[in-house]
C-alpha cells in the first residue's frame, strides 16, 4: 500500500487528474490518495496559493502527483512549482520524449530524455533593481560543484538503468566560462565512471540546431536549469506537443509527478482536455514506487489506445468525438 499526495490543481487540472487516478487505480497498485490543494483553488480555499496543510501532506508521504496549477497574480510567489522543487530539493527534472506512431509529426522516431538541473541556474531567483528607477535589473546565475556532480551522476545512472546508450551534455562554457565552464569540468570528469556509457558534449545553440535536424543522434540530454526548461520543450514539439508530455521532479527523499503543460482554464469542465501527459507521469510514479510491471501495463494501454486513435481527444484526432473521460476509460479497457 502507497500513500500519495495528489494535487489536482486548476483548470482542466480535476479533470485530467480524476482519469490519471482512474487508470492508475485500474492498474492494480494500491494507493491511498491523500488530496491537497495549491494554486488558484488552494488561495480561493485557504487564501494562499500553497497551503500548509499541503506540505505537510508532502512532508508525510514524501511522494505527490500534481495536476497543471494558474499562479496566482498579486501574491509573494514567483512559482508554486519553483517553491516545491526548493522545498524539497527536487534536483532532477526528467521529462522523456517519444515518437508515437499514430501522432503524425515531422519525426518518427524520437527517443530522448531531458534531465535538467531543477534547484539553481537562474532559476535561483537571485534578482534584483540596481537603480532606484528600476530601470536596470540583474540576474544572478548559482552553479555548484554539489549540485553539479548529483545531476550529471543521476543522468549517467538513469542512462545505464534504463538500458540507454549515450548522455550528451548541452552547456555554453565557450562563453560562461565559470558557472557553464564548472558544469561542463564536473561532466568531464563523472563520464569516465561510466565506461559503458557513450559521453557527448555540445554547445546549447548547436545542440538545438542539431535537435531539429537530426533529432536521433540524442538519448539522454543533461544541463542546467534554464537550458533544460527550454530544450524539454523543443523535444515536445519533436512529438506532439506538452500534451504528451510527462515530468518528474526527482529527489534524494521526496519525489514529485506532474504534467507540465498549462491549466487550459478556456477549456476547463468542457471534456475536452488531453489526459495523456499526467498519465504517464502516473506511470513514472509507479516506476519510482518499484511498481515497474503496473507502469508498463499503463504505458502500453496509453500507446495502444493513442495509436488506435479512436477514443482520444480532438487535439490528437479532430474527428473523434471521444472527450476526456471517454479516453480514460479507454485506456483503463485497454489495461483489461
Same mark, same amino acid.
Given at each position: 500500500m502507497h500513500v500519495v499526495t495528489l494535487i489536482k490543481g486548476d483548470g482542466i487540472g480535476p479533470s485530467i487528474m480524476d482519469e490519471a487516478v482512474k487508470v492508475i487505480d485500474a492498474s492494480g497498485v494500491k494507493i491511498t490518495w491523500e488530496e491537497a490543494y495549491a494554486g488558484m483553488s488552494a488561495f480561493e480555499k485557504?487564501?494562499?496559493?500553497?497551503?500548509?496543510?499541503?506540505?505537510?501532506?508532502?512532508? &508525510?508521504?514524501?511522494?505527490?502527483?500534481?495536476?497543471?496549477?494558474?499562479?496566482?497574480?498579486?501574491?509573494?510567489?514567483?512559482?508554486?512549482?519553483v517553491a516545491l522543487r526548493q522545498q524539497y530539493d527536487l534536483y532532477a527534472n526528467?521529462?522523456?520524449?517519444?515518437?508515437?506512431?499514430?501522432?503524425?509529426?515531422?519525426?518518427?522516431?524520437?527517443?530522448?530524455?531531458?534531465?535538467?538541473?531543477?534547484?539553481?541556474? *537562474?532559476?535561483?531567483? *537571485?534578482?534584483?533593481?540596481?537603480?532606484?528607477?528600476?530601470?536596470?535589473?540583474?540576474? *544572478?546565475?548559482?552553479?555548484?560543484?554539489? !549540485?553539479?556532480?548529483?545531476i550529471i551522476d543521476y543522468a549517467f545512472k538513469y542512462a545505464r538503468d534504463n538500458q540507454r546508450q549515450k548522455v550528451t551534455v548541452c552547456h555554453k562554457a565557450n562563453i560562461l566560462k565559470y558557472t557553464q565552464g564548472l558544469f561542463l569540468d564536473v561532466a568531464r570528469e563523472i563520464a569516465p565512471r561510466y565506461p559503458d556509457i557513450q559521453?557527448?558534449?555540445?554547445?546549447?545553440?548547436? !545542440?538545438?540546431?542539431?535537435?531539429?535536424m537530426n533529432p536521433q543522434q540524442f538519448d539522454v540530454v543533461v544541463t542546467t536549469n534554464m537550458f533544460g526548461d527550454i530544450l524539454s520543450d523543443l523535444t515536445a514539439g519533436l512529438v506532439g506537443g506538452l500534451g504528451l508530455i510527462p515530468g518528474a521532479n526527482i529527489?534524494?527523499?521526496?519525489?514529485?509527478?506532474?504534467?507540465?503543460?498549462?491549466?487550459?482554464?478556456?477549456?476547463?469542465? &468542457?471534456? *475536452?482536455?488531453?489526459?495523456? !501527459?499526467?498519465?504517464?507521469?502516473?506511470?513514472?510514479?509507479l516506476t519510482h514506487l518499484g511498481e515497474q510491471e503496473a507502469a508498463e501495463r499503463v504505458v502500453k494501454a496509453v500507446q495502444k489506445v493513442v495509436n488506435e486513435g479512436k477514443y482520444v481527444t480532438p487535439d490528437l484526432n479532430p474527428d473523434s468525438k471521444a472527450g476526456t473521460t471517454e479516453m480514460g476509460s479507454a485506456i483503463v479497457a485497454a489495461m483489461e
Open positions: 485557504f487564501g494562499t496559493p500553497l497551503p500548509e496543510e499541503t506540505m505537510a501532506s508532502f512532508d &508525510k508521504t514524501r511522494v505527490a502527483f500534481k495536476g497543471p496549477l494558474t499562479t496566482v497574480v498579486g501574491t509573494g510567489f514567483r512559482s508554486i512549482n526528467v521529462r522523456p520524449a517519444k515518437s508515437w506512431p499514430g501522432i503524425k509529426t515531422r519525426y518518427e522516431d524520437v527517443d530522448i530524455v531531458i534531465v535538467r538541473e531543477n534547484t539553481e541556474g *537562474l532559476y535561483a531567483g *537571485l534578482e534584483h533593481y540596481l537603480t532606484p528607477k528600476k530601470d536596470i535589473a540583474e540576474s *544572478l546565475a548559482v552553479v555548484t560543484r554539489a !549540485a553539479s556532480e548529483r559521453f557527448d558534449e555540445k554547445i546549447i545553440d548547436a !545542440a538545438c540546431m542539431h535537435m531539429v529527489g534524494t527523499d521526496a519525489a514529485l509527478f506532474e504534467a507540465v503543460h498549462g491549466s487550459a482554464p478556456d477549456i476547463a469542465g &468542457k471534456n *475536452l482536455a488531453n489526459p495523456i !501527459a499526467v498519465i504517464m507521469a502516473g506511470a513514472m510514479m
